[in-house]
């Protein structure tokens, strides 16, 4: 399977500052990668899908970059409503054998 | 608007096999362009793909997990459904159906679930 890591495991930042979180392929995923956020009792919400294309209504805030083994997502003035917990996702294989990073807690610092 | 709904036992006790239903809403499962699929998350910790089907009733499963799950269809129903068997403390977690969209092989999950917990205890 292909292993995805995420960092840092937990981000502090303050609102109004750009956010960084980093996504790592254990081998390529060509553009087949898709960044989720999460807030505690909640699904997922898709956020960037192939690599840099924002789901519908998605504010411009956020951005995703990269190919191949590895990814970054931007959000460029931290909202309050944006602390929560965000997962890269590959899906790069067919059959699938879709794996997920570990997670990334974007924290009020 | 698209709404996906879990539905089966918050409780199932060890041994026993758990059974999932996921109500579509507002689209139609027998699209071609989509896929469903199952995945879950333990308290505390990340996402793991369960597997997936497609209208035709192809299906796709987690290694780690095909020998124990089963996923099956009812498109006169607009469902698709889960089967775990042999559930342990381990299998314990908030579970998630979804849609999955995308081409040429390449699926992302743009929908999804509320999740359902489901716990595995005597």
Same mark, same amino acid.
């Given at each position: 399977d292909i292993v995805m890591m995420q960092s840092p495991a937990t981000l502090s930042v303050s609102p109004g500052e750009r956010a960084i979180l980093s996504c790592r392929a254990s081998?390529?995923?060509?553009?087949?990668l898709a960044w989720y956020q999460q807030k505690p009792g909640h699904a997922p919400r898709l956020l960037?899908?192939?690599?840099s294309t924002r789901a519908?209504?998605?504010?411009?805030?956020f951005s995703g970059s990269g190919s191949g083994t590895e990814f970054t997502l931007t959000i460029s003035s931290l909202q309050s409503e944006d602390f929560a917990v965000y997962y890269c996702h590959q899906y790069t294989i067919w059959p699938p054998r879709y794996t997920f990073g570990q997670g990334t807690k974007l924290e009020i610092k | 608007q698209l709404q996906l709904q879990e539905s089966g036992p918050g409780l199932v006790k060890p041994s026993e096999t758990l059974s999932l239903t996921c109500t579509v809403s507002g689209? &139609?499962?027998? &699209?071609?362009l989509y896929y469903w699929g199952w995945f879950r998350q333990p308290p505390g910790k990340g996402l793991e793909w369960i597997g997936t089907i497609y209208y035709s009733g192809s299906t796709y499963y987690n290694p780690s997990l095909q020998s124990r799950v089963t996923i099956s269809i009812d498109k006169s129903k607009n469902q698709f459904s889960l089967e775990v068997r042999s559930?342990? @403390? @381990?299998?314990t977690a908030v579970y998630f159906c979804a849609r999955h969209k995308g081409g040429s092989g390449h699926y992302y999950v743009d929908f999804w679930g509320q999740g359902t917990l489901v716990t595995v205890s005597s």
């Amino acid at each position: 399977d292909i292993v995805m890591m995420q960092s840092p495991a937990t981000l502090s930042v303050s609102p109004g500052e750009r956010a960084i979180l980093s996504c790592r392929a254990s081998q390529s995923v060509g553009s087949n990668l898709a960044w989720y956020q999460q807030k505690p009792g909640h699904a997922p919400r898709l956020l960037i899908y192939d690599a840099s294309t924002r789901a519908t209504g998605i504010p411009v805030r956020f951005s995703g970059s990269g190919s191949g083994t590895e990814f970054t997502l931007t959000i460029s003035s931290l909202q309050s409503e944006d602390f929560a917990v965000y997962y890269c996702h590959q899906y790069t294989i067919w059959p699938p054998r879709y794996t997920f990073g570990q997670g990334t807690k974007l924290e009020i610092k | 608007q698209l709404q996906l709904q879990e539905s089966g036992p918050g409780l199932v006790k060890p041994s026993e096999t758990l059974s999932l239903t996921c109500t579509v809403s507002g689209g &139609s499962i027998s &699209s071609s362009l989509y896929y469903w699929g199952w995945f879950r998350q333990p308290p505390g910790k990340g996402l793991e793909w369960i597997g997936t089907i497609y209208y035709s009733g192809s299906t796709y499963y987690n290694p780690s997990l095909q020998s124990r799950v089963t996923i099956s269809i009812d498109k006169s129903k607009n469902q698709f459904s889960l089967e775990v068997r042999s559930e342990t @403390a @381990a299998d314990t977690a908030v579970y998630f159906c979804a849609r999955h969209k995308g081409g040429s092989g390449h699926y992302y999950v743009d929908f999804w679930g509320q999740g359902t917990l489901v716990t595995v205890s005597s």
